[in-house]
């Protein structure tokens, strides 16, 4: 008899231009493009096997769901799944590690040389008819920065902190990192290691990869804000909770840092009376750096094989050991 398998939340992952054809191959598959929170359980009945995003999953759901198995997380960060529950049920739980390195490291950068350029301002300014009607050859409407010779500081020097610093030695800057485990870094002689305040009070770009725990939650506060150089930038690619956007909002409106890239928040989607829509010079972008074709297509392929490991009892990519 087939597994059963259901995908509660898979329209993020494949919109429709990824197939789901290996996924189908391992069992009788029902996609559903999202699924609300008073239906959960029903599209849950009966399965073995369950992939999730972002839909949470509690011991309340657990409960319900007796002949569960296996949990598949169809993302790295899996702090939406109750994985000490599941555990108790015998659950297995996976996520999917290091897909999206290279196009969360892009899109850092990407954030940052918007800050520092402000290519699409400029652009929207021209089209406007601004340039044609110049009497100098070129004009600038925002201060324009060189990132050569900058600090950059990276909290949280995991496989996706450490890209970032490969770019960032590659646009001639000087890296400071902070990490809970230090890795060998002997090979960057443009690196030192620093603890988080030293990071931020000493650092021209400050850019978070930690993952959302209690440690990481509010990291970045009124005070830890003050503690950045007013020049500074603040970037954002990991989890929107890290940062209390009540205080950042502040801090950029008061002038205490220059500039933010925020590709996440707190709650996703956001309530329209976020203050940070209203903040001065900042960017937000809706949590996109981990979606690109290539990182998608990784992605599934990743959640195929953890599958596959599972029904043939080799487990990899498990999170509650």
Request: hydrophobic letters at 40%.
């Amino acid at each position: 008899m087939k597994n059963k398998i259901v995908v509660l939340d898979g329209y993020t992952l494949n919109p429709g231009d990824l197939s789901w054809d290996e996924l189908n191959k391992l069992g009788d598959l029902t996609v559903y493009d999202r699924t609300p929170d008073d239906g959960i359980i029903k599209r849950s009945l009966g399965a073995d096997i369950l992939f999730t995003n972002k839909i949470a999953l509690g011991e309340d759901v657990f409960q319900k769901l007796p002949g569960l198995k296996y949990v598949g997380v169809l993302a790295t960060g899996y702090n939406e799944v109750d994985i000490e529950a599941a555990k108790k049920r015998g659950i297995v739980v996976t996520n999917i590690p290091a897909y999206g390195t290279d196009s969360v490291a892009q899109m850092t950068f990407a954030l940052i040389l918007e800050l520092c350029q402000h290519v699409q301002r400029h652009s929207d300014s021209v089209m406007s008819g601004k340039w044609a009607e110049s009497v100098d050859f070129c004009y600038w409407d925002y201060p324009l920065i060189e990132l050569a010779g900058k600090t950059m500081g990276i909290i949280g020097f995991g496989s996706i902190g450490q890209k970032v610093g490969d770019i960032a030695t590659a646009f001639g800057m000087n890296i400071l990192g902070y990490d809970k485990y230090q890795s060998d870094q002997s090979n960057r002689k443009n690196f030192r290691w620093a603890e988080i305040t030293e990071v931020l009070s000493e650092s021209d770009v400050v850019t978070l990869h930690s993952p959302l725990t209690p440690e990481t939650k509010g990291l970045i506060n009124i005070d830890s804000l003050n503690l950045m150089k007013r020049s500074a930038f603040l970037i954002n690619t990991s989890r929107g909770p890290v940062i209390i956007e009540n205080d950042l909002a502040e801090a950029l409106n008061a002038g205490i840092i220059a500039g933010a890239g925020l590709d996440v928040l707190s709650v996703e989607p956001p309530s329209p009376d976020n203050p940070l829509f209203k903040a001065k010079n900042c960017i937000i972008t809706p949590h996109i750096s981990w979606a690109t074709r290539e990182a998608r297509e990784r992605l599934m392929k990743i959640a195929v094989a953890n599958l596959k490991a599972f029904l043939s009892g080799k487990i990899i990519n498990r999170v509650n050991l």
